[in-house]
């Protein structure tokens, strides 16, 4: 099995910074990416950002771009999710996931094979 646990959640201003972690144990498994979902309250998760564990490229939905910064850092098998110039809208719980299919298509939630249980990351205005 795999877990994968998610931090670095909080309650943040508008305009502040988050960096949410999501760290992978278990048994061995070949990662070809990592990603970032969120859901806000009584709507389906939604994508946020996904890296390729191996090339490090990254992808993001349009409401994140140039605000947030996926990363990740193989030795600690852990991802990063930068948060900066956070909004209200973007309060939510956020879950990582990971996914080992070659051509997997990472925005897209059955693509994961393993998620976490989330973070809640509040913004106030």
């Known amino acids: 099995q795999v877990q994968l646990v998610e931090s670095g959640g909080g309650l943040v201003q508008a305009g502040g910074s988050l960096r949410l972690a999501c760290t992978r144990s278990g048994r061995n498994f070949t990662i070809n990416a990592m990603g970032w979902f969120r859901q806000f309250l009584g709507k389906e998760p939604q994508f946020v950002a996904a890296?390729?564990?191996?090339?490090?490229?990254?992808t993001y939905a349009d409401s994140v771009k140039g605000r947030f910064t996926v990363s990740r850092d193989k030795s600690k098998a852990t991802m990063y999710l930068q948060m900066n110039s956070l909004e209200p809208g973007d309060t939510a719980t956020y879950y990582c996931?990971?996914?080992?299919?070659?051509?997997?298509?990472?925005?897209?939630?059955?693509?994961?094979?393993?998620w976490g249980q989330g973070t809640h990351v509040t913004v106030s205005s």
């Open positions: 890296i390729t564990w191996d090339g490090g490229m990254t």
């Open positions: 996931g990971v996914g080992h299919a070659e051509r997997m298509i990472v925005y897209s939630r059955p693509a994961y094979d393993y």
